[in-house]
């Protein structure tokens, strides 16, 4: 896509949306970045605010508006508008706030950008993809959720910081929920290309062994209730990694990205959104691999599946 046409529009000028915005802006990913949020003072000075650093960052511009039409013939859409998560909330406690949100909201934005990628971030994002999916009609390609990508690099990170091999070469994916039944993929991740269950310790460094996994697999889920009783929100690595699913549609990677659709043609997961190892390309998430999973793997999708549906069920989707 010629980056000179390309734009980006955010749906949410709150904690999130101001990071997904200001990551896109100093990487260069659109041309514009578009920001709508109700609360007109606010996105006009956060756009403001970030419209006087434009000098040393690639060529852009930075638009805020309480209007929709501030939205209109972007390329990707990021949803970011939701319910704050409070100290000791879970994730799937915000769900009823924000489906009634993202209903209210979805018919205007696709009216002007009909097109476009729609990645969904708000949480829970699981059920939030789902219900989106239901109330627009899109297709679960063009509209899809940002699933556990972050989970993905918290648990990269912590692989990294235990093994003390570099993040880049450390490739292992969280599947299932954006939450807490979310499981990580130990039977395919790998350290700088031997898999992960075979992994030597480097001198003064600790055995990856079950023990080990186990706790940092526990770090990963409540990584960011840590964070949320510490400053209130996540932001920062959440901006980032929203950032880099819509950098993988622009530029037409084919990149490997674990984000939030139905899983067609998966015995068990066919009626709930939820996060596998996905190609995303300039047409989405335009396909999902058939990764091999463990006995162990495969159940815990299952349950993971399970929990979604029952909240799907109470909210009636």
């Known amino acids: 896509m010629d980056r000179r046409n390309t734009k980006l529009a955010i749906i949410g000028a709150g904690a999130v949306g101001t990071a997904v915005a200001y990551a896109s802006l100093i990487r260069g990913v659109a041309r514009t970045v578009a920001m709508m949020d109700i609360n007109k003072p606010k996105v006009e000075a956060e756009a403001l605010d970030m419209s006087h650093g434009l000098e040393f960052i690639p060529r852009a511009d930075i638009l805020g508006s309480d209007d929709i039409e501030v939205c209109r013939d972007a390329d990707v859409v990021v949803f970011t508008a939701g319910a704050k998560q409070k100290p000791g909330q879970s994730r799937l406690e915000l769900a009823e706030a924000t489906i009634g949100l993202t209903q209210k909201i979805m018919p205007g934005v696709l009216k002007v950008a009909p ?39 918290r648990l990269r990170f912590l692989i990294a910081q235990y093994t003390g091999i570099a993040v880049q070469n450390v490739h292992a994916y969280i599947a299932g929920e954006h939450g807490d039944t ?3 993929l130990w039977s395919t991740a790998s350290i700088g290309g031997i898999p992960l269950l075979e992994w030597q310790p480097l001198p003064d460094h600790d055995p990856l062994d079950e023990k080990a996994r186990n706790e940092i697999h526990h770090e990963v889920v409540h990584a960011a209730y840590k964070i949320i009783e510490g400053k209130g929100a996540t932001n920062y690595a959440i901006g980032l990694a929203a950032t880099r699913i819509v950098e993988a549609v622009f530029n037409d990677e084919h990149r490997v990205l674990p984000v939030s ?8 997961l066919e009626d709930v959104c939820l996060s596998l190892p996905s190609l995303v390309d300039r047409n989405g998430a335009s396909r999902r691999l058939e990764i091999p999973l463990s006995a ?13 549906r029952g909240m799907q069920a109470k909210f009636g989707l």
Request: aromatic share 8%.
């Open 296 to 308: 162990d793997e495969r159940a815990g999708l299952m349950a993971s599946a399970e929990t979604l």
């Open 115 to 153: 097109n476009a990628i729609y990645i969904m971030v708000t949480n829970p994002v699981d059920i939030v993809t789902y219900a989106a999916l239901k109330y627009s009609g899109l297709p679960s390609t063009q509209l899809f959720g940002s699933g556990t990508v972050l989970d993905s690099s």
């Open 261 to 268: 659709t139905v899983a067609e043609g998966f015995a068990g």
């Open 182 to 184: 979310e499981i990580p």
